[in-house]
């Protein structure tokens, strides 16, 4: 079981988890916990780091990091055994949690799960803080943000649970945001590939690195809400969804839709660099200097050249690094020999996701006719096996996002 910040948020939201999880040992689970820091106060904690030191040692900004978790493992144990519940924290130091040294976004390598399995059969609710672990010379390290969900993953796949509950501030994976489509089905089940793309491209139910490695290490995770009211049933009981292998789900779920989702990222920003050389070698000029500035390109296009002499090529980079990616590209301007470089940050990405599509034809020209007959202007498009994204206005996101969602037929009864 997993709970996040807004879980822990307090001494009232802690001690509704510890009634969660013990409803779920009462059912007769064994029951390991992962716990964030209480909402907002990993920033706080990177706050102090920045005061103390602007060009801080990443060693020693993990160790203060990291304690945002021991707090609310501590607190989470204390409140179970409040409850008449045998429970205890296991810090990242005391399994422990293996990572490489990549601090501040170290990577799980193993996780020593002999006395933690131990401590479990014996009856004791195991308490773990997420997103921290340690380098194989005892330094304490941190997952990046979002890390918790990892952690769950990993320590579910280490003890080989049955599955692994993420409770978080909605209740399940919808086909689009409720805020928006007001229409918006909750899925009973999705795959791990379709949970990928999903939250690639804006969905931000689950992390990203969660879900990679929940397919790699085949953990069935479920999405649930820690919202619930006190006398609520166990989690077996209540509607979550399910995020399981392609085999699986044909068992669980016959009459699925061809569309799983559909997904609305406001984060993008437009570049196009007019007039580039023609030449072999002119997009490698353009791309390299960007990889190396650690800007991820998302999509891309290259014009037909004018008489093979020069091009125009169009691509997005997320917002933030909108004035990174400029920079870098003006000082390799003589180097590239594009003419003038316009962007636009006012621009989104809408993403139809679904695992149907590998076997149906025709699901990117319904997106296309659906937007083009509301006047919804293309302006990039990409694809992979099951996903298709277009760029548009960002303007016209809400209204898009509800013209697909009732042209697939994700709308319900």
Same mark, same amino acid.
């Given at each position: ?30 029951? $390991? ?12 904690? *990177? ?6 030191? @602007? ?8 160790? *203060? ?88 993953? $990993? ?77 609520? @049933? ?23 839709? =061809?569309?799983?989702?559909?997904? $609305? ?11 580039? @050389? ?73 993403? *139809? ?45 809400? =209204? ?14």
């Amino acid at each position: 079981m997993k709970f996040g910040g807004t879980s822990m948020a307090g001494t009232e939201r802690i001690r509704r988890v510890a009634g969660i999880v013990k409803r779920q040992q009462e059912a007769g689970h064994e029951v $390991a916990v992962v716990v964030s820091a209480m909402s907002g106060e990993t920033d706080r904690l *990177v706050n102090f780091c920045r005061e103390a030191n @602007p060009l801080y040692d990443p060693a020693e900004y993990d160790v *203060v990091v990291a304690s945002g978790e021991q707090v609310t493992s501590g607190l989470l144990a204390l409140h179970l055994q409040a409850l008449g519940c045998k429970a205890r924290s296991w810090l990242g130091w005391q399994l422990p949690v293996r990572t490489d040294d990549a601090h501040a976004k170290a990577r799980i390598e193993t996780i020593d799960s002999e006395a933690l399995l131990a401590s479990m059969a014996a009856g004791e609710i195991a308490v773990i803080p997420g997103f921290q672990g340690l380098t194989e010379d005892n330094r304490v390290t941190t997952l990046g943000r979002g890390g918790s969900d990892t952690s769950a993953v $990993a320590v579910a796949a280490a003890v080989k649970a049955d599955r692994c509950d993420i409770y978080t501030d909605v209740d399940g994976v919808y086909t689009t945001d409720p805020r928006i489509v007001a229409k918006a089905q909750k899925l009973k089940s999705v795959t791990y590939e379709e949970m990928l793309e999903l939250a690639s491209v804006g969905s931000k139910v689950l992390q990203t690195r969660s879900v990679s490695l929940a397919m790699k290490e085949n953990v069935r995770v479920q999405v649930l809400s820690s919202f619930i009211d006190e006398n609520a @049933p166990a989690a077996d009981t209540l509607p979550g969804t399910m995020i399981v292998s392609d085999e699986e789900l044909e068992g669980l779920d016959m009459e699925r839709q =061809l569309i799983t989702g559909i997904a $609305a990222d406001k984060n993008e920003a437009k570049v196009i660099l007019t007039r580039v @050389p023609d030449r072999p070698g002119a997009v490698a000029t353009i791309f390299g200097p960007l990889a190396e500035t650690n800007i991820n390109v998302d999509m891309i296009i290259q014009n037909v050249g004018r008489e093979h002499t020069d091009t125009d090529v169009t691509f997005t980079v997320p917002s933030a690094d909108l004035d990174k990616a400029k920079s870098v590209l003006e000082e390799q301007q003589a180097k590239i020999g594009f003419e003038k470089m316009t962007t636009d940050p006012k621009v989104a990405k809408i993403s *139809v996701v679904g695992v149907g599509m590998r076997s149906h034809a025709g699901v990117a020209s319904t997106m296309f006719k659906a937007l083009a007959d509301r006047g919804i202007n293309i302006q990039a498009i990409s694809t992979s096996e099951i996903k298709v994204s277009v760029l548009i206005d960002a303007d016209e996101v809400e =209204l898009a996002v509800r013209v697909l969602h009732t042209a697939y037929g994700l709308d319900g009864a």
